[in-house]
């Protein structure tokens, strides 16, 4: 007899009266955990173009920072160096994952270049910590007593001489591999002290835009040249994992520093992709919670058509939680399979998104993260609870 009605009740439930409803409660919940799955793997990928090892490019996690030069500034160049206090305050941000000072020269410099190239110029040099320096090489080293002196220029000097200074003059372009084969008569001088290096190129940098010597060079040629007082530092440098951070860019403004606006220009870009997620994760959680409200009163409309079939069932000796578990049978797999086609579908959306990425040679998984498995079981656990609840309320108001 009991199992007579329970095929009534299923028959109930599968035709006429939930058919329509239980189509559109199964819609809404399916687009809700899709948006919603798909906001949290958003966020994932978006994390991996940042911080995974595949996409990080060297040259734009280290800034050089320095103070912008103004009005009220000119001729007054104690008011461009960082002060203890100044140094102090970068060091402690969040940000700054390594910081190092920039060195100046404090002697005249002047290279000039051997053969036909007819190359004569005034120059400065800098040296940075070797952790912050994007060249590796084995001569990258000095010692006193040594005439060579190492030295990395910038790609973009080698750029200018090229395609600016060589072609207007009509001297010869050079390469990478020439200058460096090239040795460079450096001297140095502090009124009538004067010696005479050889410079070797021995790298290009894409990070720092400077003529840059060892730091045991500088040390050294400001102690013998300099006027025997440590310059305070007018330029610094910082690792940071984020470059385009807005609470970097924010800081530098509000500190009236400056640096390469290059490396800054992700920033408001991060923060409109950002709130793009955010917006999206918002409104999947918003339908959630309306298909919840939907399959809730869905479930409502379901037991009260049923509620003279459930009286007997009751008057028969079937226990409301034997009730309510037949319910609840009639509704998981529609969660589950809900949740198994939103799965699906972000996961092709996720191995055609890594197969385009990778071709603009940004890197993300080709497969969904834990996060967004974990999150859309968490919603079928989630809407089990709620109708559960609905169930049994419901259950024991007719019974």
Not at 90 to 104: E, H, L, M, R, W
Request: hydrophobic letters at 45%; glycine letters at 8%.
């Amino acid at each position: 007899m009991k199992q007579s009605f329970f095929g009534l009740l299923k028959k109930i439930i599968q035709t006429g009266i939930g058919k329509g409803r239980l189509l559109m409660a199964t819609i809404g919940l399916g687009i809700a955990m899709f948006l919603l799955l798909l906001s949290i793997q958003m966020h994932t990928d978006f994390n991996q173009l940042l911080y995974n090892q595949q996409n990080q490019n060297e040259s734009v996690d280290f800034l050089v920072i320095n103070k912008k030069i103004t009005n009220d500034m000119m001729g007054q160049s104690e008011k461009s160096v960082f002060t203890p206090q100044e140094i102090a305050d970068i060091k402690k941000q969040p940000f700054t994952a390594a910081f190092g000072f920039i060195t100046s020269n404090q002697y005249k410099v002047t290279a000039a270049a051997p053969g036909d190239l007819h190359f004569y110029t005034e120059m400065f040099f800098e040296a940075v910590p070797d952790t912050f320096i994007d060249v590796k090489s084995e001569d990258w080293k000095w010692q006193a007593g040594d005439n060579t002196i190492p030295i990395i220029l910038p790609n973009d000097f080698l750029n200018l001489y090229n395609f600016g200074y060589a072609l207007s003059q009509g001297l010869p372009q050079i390469s990478q591999e020439t200058i460096k084969a090239l040795p460079m008569k450096i001297t140095i001088s502090k009124g009538l002290l004067t010696q005479e290096f050889t410079g070797r190129i021995v790298g290009f940098s894409d990070r720092i835009t400077s003529f840059l010597v060892p730091g045991s060079f500088m040390e050294w040629a400001n102690g013998k040249f300099g006027n025997g007082v440590e310059a305070a530092p007018s330029r610094v440098i910082i690792k940071t994992k984020d470059p385009s951070n807005p609470v970097l860019v924010k800081y530098l403004e509000d500190k009236g520093y400056s640096t390469n606006q290059d490396k800054l220009k992700y920033s408001k870009t991060k923060v409109i992709v950002q709130t793009i997620v955010s917006v999206i994760g918002f409104f999947g959680l918003i339908l959630l919670l309306f298909a919840l409200l939907v399959f809730s009163m869905f479930i409502q409309v379901v037991i009260a058509s049923c509620k003279r079939e459930i009286q007997l069932l009751v008057t028969l000796g079937t226990a409301p939680r034997q009730l309510q578990r037949y319910l609840m049978r009639q509704f998981v797999p529609l969660y589950i399979f809900t949740a198994i086609i939103s799965l699906l579908l972000i996961t092709g959306l996720q191995w055609k998104a890594a197969g385009v990425l990778a071709g603009m040679n940004m890197f993300v998984s080709s497969w969904i993260s834990p996060g967004t498995a974990g999150a859309a079981l968490l919603v079928i656990v989630l809407v089990y609870i709620v109708n559960l609840q609905s169930v049994k309320r419901y259950i024991n108001e007719i019974s």
